[in-house]
């Protein structure tokens, strides 16, 4: 099984619909991101969580919220989708200060 | 300005070759800098992790750090197929552990 598990890994919507992606990790790290990816604009930073009561935004959090449940569990919602937010979604952990990222496998978002 | 910029390519070469794989960063902040491997419907991966000036060589892999000119380097030696994919470098400082990431190169290695 996959240390970061995201779901759904594809999901297809409409505009103004509220939108959650899961992500969930064995690995007993306490830092948590969700990153979107898109062709040309590389991987950007949407919100990060360095423990279960810190949320800290990244460099693109309009239009998202998240919520972490738990150690292992980091939830991101749109609230009300809109096409623009058409992309590749990663969810991602690190141990603490070594930086490296563990990502899980991305959910494909497609916002009609 | 982007403060990592990465040619996206794609960049095609044949089995064996030498791979050449560049960034240029513009935060003087940045004190370590890592290269991430993503193959095709997967999330990237570690590859190299650096965080000073010089070359570190892992098998067929060798990051280089030049901080004087800002500038970031992958090498692969004897490119092999299964290198295939796109390429991620990113910056980062210590005490903030928020990487910067670089658009990507994708990389595709002829049989």
């Known amino acids: 099984d996959a240390d970061v598990t995201q779901t759904p890994r594809n999901r297809i919507t409409k505009t103004g619909k509220r939108i959650m992606l899961e992500c969930s990790q064995t690995k007993g790290h306490d830092r948590m991101y969700w990153y979107r990816q898109d062709p040309g604009l590389g991987l950007r930073l949407i919100y990060y969580s360095f423990d279960v009561k810190d949320i800290n935004k990244g460099e693109i959090s309009d239009g998202y919220s998240v919520s972490r449940q738990a150690q292992a569990k980091f939830s991101l919602s749109l609230e009300s989708a809109i096409p623009n937010q058409t992309a590749l979604y990663f969810c991602a952990t690190s141990r603490g200060r070594t930086g490296e990222l563990f990502f899980g496998e991305g959910s494909r978002l497609t916002v009609l | ?111």
Do not use: H
Request: aromatic letters at 14%; proline letters at 5%; a neutral charge.
């Open chain 2, 1 to 111: 300005q982007k403060e990592v910029e990465q040619d996206p390519g794609p960049l095609s070469v044949p089995e064996g070759a030498i791979v050449s794989l560049n960034c240029t960063y513009s935060n003087s902040a940045f004190q370590y800098f890592m290269w991430y491997r993503q193959y095709s419907r997967k999330g990237p991966e570690l590859l190299m992790y650096t965080y000073s000036s010089g070359n570190k060589e892992d098998g067929r892999f060798t990051a280089q750090v030049d901080k004087s000119s800002k500038y970031i380097s992958l090498f692969i030696r004897d490119s092999q197929p299964s290198d295939s994919a796109t390429y991620l470098c990113a910056g980062a400082t210590f005490g903030n552990e928020k990487l910067t990431f670089g658009t990507g190169t994708r990389l595709t290695i002829i049989p």
